[in-house]
């Protein structure tokens, strides 16, 4: 290797890697204990739940960002149906 110092500050000064948030149709759970876990294993710290029309919401933040988000879950299956960022994030 004729470059080990380039190759060790570019290795350190690249990002890390953060987890990746769940995507639709990922299954997190049909609980409450499960649904936290799963997500905070994405990076997204859970900070409610709701029942709303049918599907549960959990209210997470997305620890990478600092956004707030709304993750839609079937009750039934515990898959991911709809993410939307809350808007007060952007007020």
């Given at each position: 290797?004729?470059?080990?110092?380039?190759?060790?500050?570019?290795?350190?000064?690249?990002?890390?890697?953060?987890?990746?948030?769940?995507?639709?149709?990922?299954?997190?759970?049909?609980?409450?204990?499960?649904?936290t876990?799963?997500?905070?294993?994405?990076?997204?710290k859970?900070?409610?739940?709701?029942?709303?029309?049918?599907?549960?919401e959990?209210?997470?933040?997305?620890?990478?960002?600092?956004?707030?988000?709304?993750?839609?879950?079937?009750?039934t299956?515990?898959?991911?149906?709809?993410?939307?960022?809350?808007?007060?994030?952007?007020?």
């Open positions: 290797m004729r470059h080990p110092i380039l190759l060790a500050l570019a290795l350190s000064v690249a990002p890390m890697a953060a987890p990746a948030m769940p995507q639709l149709g990922d299954v997190v759970g049909t609980n409450p204990t499960d649904t876990a799963a997500l905070a294993k994405s990076g997204c859970v900070t409610a739940f709701y029942a709303e029309r049918g599907k549960l959990a209210k997470c933040l997305e620890i990478a960002n600092d956004k707030t988000w709304e993750v839609y879950i079937d009750p299956t515990g898959a991911v149906v709809d993410m939307v960022v809350d808007l007060k994030d952007y007020d």
